[in-house]
């Protein structure tokens, strides 16, 4: 990877490691669901129009992405994150860098080196560090919702690996629209006051929406999208390892949360962890050159 594809590959955990701090701060004000609803409605109305149309090939990747990303992914997410707690929602998620490298393996037969599989453990072990603790698993629907979530999102990456590349704000533009009716099922289905909320609202709550919209929704996926054309999924996975070293330092910083050895240890397990992923492979035939795929159809070769 190159300089400014890390610096982005940083940036992206650091944008939506803060967002678990707005996400709470949102779902206080709206039905979980219902905020996402929100959110991918402004997001579609805001990119749709000015964007390509995907073609004929590439509407089937972009509606399965649209569900994997969108529906189960963040449906998931919002709901696991406003039953449990912040921190440990963050520590879970993060099984998606693991599940990322292990479902790119099979599917795009990218096969991880030493250094990056042991890069992988060594960050999941700060993970772990920074996991550990009572009360992680005082509520398991919350941890679970989370882990489902993470899977989900390991399966839209490779998804977006296999049939792209694509142009990231079409792709983000498109599968809003689509997941736009998932959510709104989900929401009608499991929630109520959703029309009360939006007069009961306060300020902290649309900038919440707000954040989710332009930062971590347009800025952090299109970050995201540009990277995974560009670079090998088991080069950038591993990154999504530092979000919950950005969650709780956004915890510290804006929820008045306290540094402690547990964070320092954690945070320097999981940095180092990444910076190992990105050692060159030597040429031992431990790694796999990527597969050029077909766009043409949905499904494994």
Do not use: H
């Amino acid at each position: 990877m190159s300089a400014i594809q890390i610096v982005c590959a940083v940036a992206v955990p650091l944008l939506w490691g803060y967002q678990f701090v707005v996400i709470k701060v949102g779902v206080a004000e709206f039905p979980p669901l219902f905020f996402l609803a929100l959110r991918f409605l402004a997001i579609a109305l805001l990119l749709v129009p000015f964007v390509e149309r995907p073609t004929r090939q590439q509407l089937g990747p972009v509606a399965a992405i649209s569900l994997f990303l969108g529906g189960l992914n963040f449906g998931l997410f919002y709901v696991g994150l406003g039953l449990g707690s912040g921190s440990m929602s963050a520590v879970a998620y993060q099984l998606a860098a693991p599940f990322t490298v292990l479902l790119a393996w099979p599917l795009l037969a990218e096969r991880p080196s030493l250094a990056t599989s042991a890069g992988v453990v060594l960050a999941f072990v700060g993970v772990v560090v920074l996991a550990a603790g009572p009360g992680l698993t005082a509520n398991a629907l919350p941890l679970l919702l989370v882990v489902g979530a993470a899977f989900a999102f390991a399966v839209s990456n490779v998804l977006t690996k296999r049939y792209g590349p694509f142009d990231p704000l079409m792709l983000i533009g498109w599968s809003s629209l689509l997941t736009v009716p998932q959510v709104v099922l989900m929401s009608l289905l499991l929630e109520s006051g959703q029309m009360a909320s939006l007069v009961t609202a306060d300020e902290r709550g649309w900038l919440a929406l707000a954040y989710t919209i332009f930062i971590g929704g347009i800025v952090g996926f299109s970050l995201w999208f540009w990277l995974i054309a560009r670079c090998s999924m088991v080069r950038v996975a591993p990154f999504g390892l530092l979000l919950p070293v950005f969650a709780l330092i956004s915890s510290i910083l804006f929820l008045d949360e306290r540094l402690s050895p547990k964070l320092i240890v954690g945070g320097i397990l999981a940095i180092s962890g990444v910076a190992l992923t990105q050692v060159p492979a030597r040429s031992t035939g431990l790694t796999a050159r990527p597969r050029v795929v077909s766009t043409s159809r949905i499904g494994p070769s």
